[in-house]
């Protein structure tokens, strides 16, 4: 089966670093996606790692360890605009890429 | 560069009645895919098309059908609507195949 885990809500403050944690099984794996999403808004995307190890993007970077089924996102120095849902994605294999979403994970940034 | 564009933003449909949903993809990109997303949840992958052809068919009933035309925009079709189809339906295009890039999406309220 497919099944992609993540915390449902966090919260954190203004400056502060936060870690968002998600664990996948899949049938089939063709890169880890996190997108960002704000309320009522379109996913846009964040990062893709299909190598395990750490990628560094400015303020975000993103972890995967494909022995384990995990990866992570770090957001540094948060700002207010960071106050959004989070969402890993598995690409799953096949000769096409689909996405394959866990709910997301909702990040309140308070002063 | 223009993203990717989707119409209408909004639409209230009846039960049972029949909706078309437009995507135009980023301007070179010929991969297309389709995601519904309930609120509070991720996005469920439909379609995906690929030179105008059906890559990908996510677990949804043979009421949602899709199309995509000679210039990659595409078309996503549902028949005999129920009030469960309320979602935000995403439009994703991509030229790698990897990285998928959302439209704004369209918001369907079945009544």
């Known amino acids: 089966g497919q099944n992609i885990d993540q915390p449902t809500e966090m919260t954190a403050t203004e400056g502060a670093i936060v870690q968002i944690n998600c664990t996948y099984q899949t049938s089939g794996f063709n890169g880890l996606f996190w997108y960002q999403q704000h309320a009522g808004e379109a996913p846009t995307f964040l990062s893709y790692n299909v190598l395990d190890g750490l990628e560094e993007k400015g303020r975000f970077s993103s972890f995967l360890s494909r022995s384990k089924g995990y990866s992570y996102l770090l957001l540094k120095e948060l700002q207010m605009k960071d106050s959004a849902s989070y969402l890993c994605?598995?690409?799953?294999?096949?000769?096409?890429?689909?996405?394959?979403f866990g709910a997301g994970t909702r990040l309140a940034v308070h002063p | 560069d223009a993203g990717v564009t989707q119409s209408p933003t909004h639409l209230i449909k009846t039960r049972g009645q029949q909706v078309t949903l437009r995507c135009s993809p980023i301007?070179?990109?010929?991969?297309v895919s389709w995601y519904q997303q309930v609120l509070g949840q991720g996005p469920q992958f439909i379609f995906q098309y690929y030179e105008k052809e059906e890559r990908g068919r996510g677990n949804f009933p043979d009421r949602f059908s899709a199309r995509q035309f000679p210039n990659y925009s595409s078309e996503l079709n549902v028949n005999a609507l129920l009030l469960g189809d309320s979602a935000l339906y995403l439009c994703?295009?991509?030229?790698?195949?990897?990285?998928?890039?959302f439209g704004p999406g369209t918001r369907l309220t079945v009544t």
């Open positions: 301007s070179g990109h010929k991969s």
């Open positions: 994605a598995v690409g799953s294999s096949g000769g096409y890429n689909k996405l394959i």
């Open positions: 994703a295009s991509s030229l790698s195949g990897i990285e998928q890039y």
